[in-house]
Nanobody, 120 residues
């Protein structure tokens, strides 16, 4: 079994910053891609950013130059630094990790989500 634990969401004013964290634990052999997705009310879940095991990153156009994704492989943790937040960034943010388990199964795991609200 593998569990993902997210933290860092909350209420922030426009222009503010938040840092999300997501830590994986359990029967992990290795973690491949780590990423963050979000789902706003009435909209489909969308990719925000992802980071490969080698460190290469990919961002949604809407967050480029404002958000930064990073990973700490020793801690099995992915971070999302969000700056210059806008009301349209309001959503539930989910982390996702592609994990090779100790039984050598490759499984996509999702966190339960953390709410980010950007409002004055």
């Amino acid at each position: 079994q593998v569990q993902l634990a997210e933290s860092g969401g909350g209420l922030v004013q426009p222009g503010g910053s938040l840092r999300l964290s997501c830590a994986a634990s359990g029967n992990i052999f290795t973690i491949n891609t780590m990423g963050w997705y979000r789902q706003a009310p009435g909209k489909e879940r969308e990719l925000v950013a992802e980071v490969a095991v080698g460190g290469s990153t990919n961002y949604a156009d809407s967050v480029k130059d404002r958000f930064t994704i990073s990973r700490d492989n020793a801690k099995n943790t992915v971070y999302l630094q969000m700056n210059s937040l806008k009301p349209e960034d309001t959503a539930i943010y989910y982390c996702k990790m592609i994990i090779t388990t100790t039984r050598f199964n490759i499984i996509h795991y999702w966190g339960e989500g953390t709410l980010v609200t950007v409002s004055a």
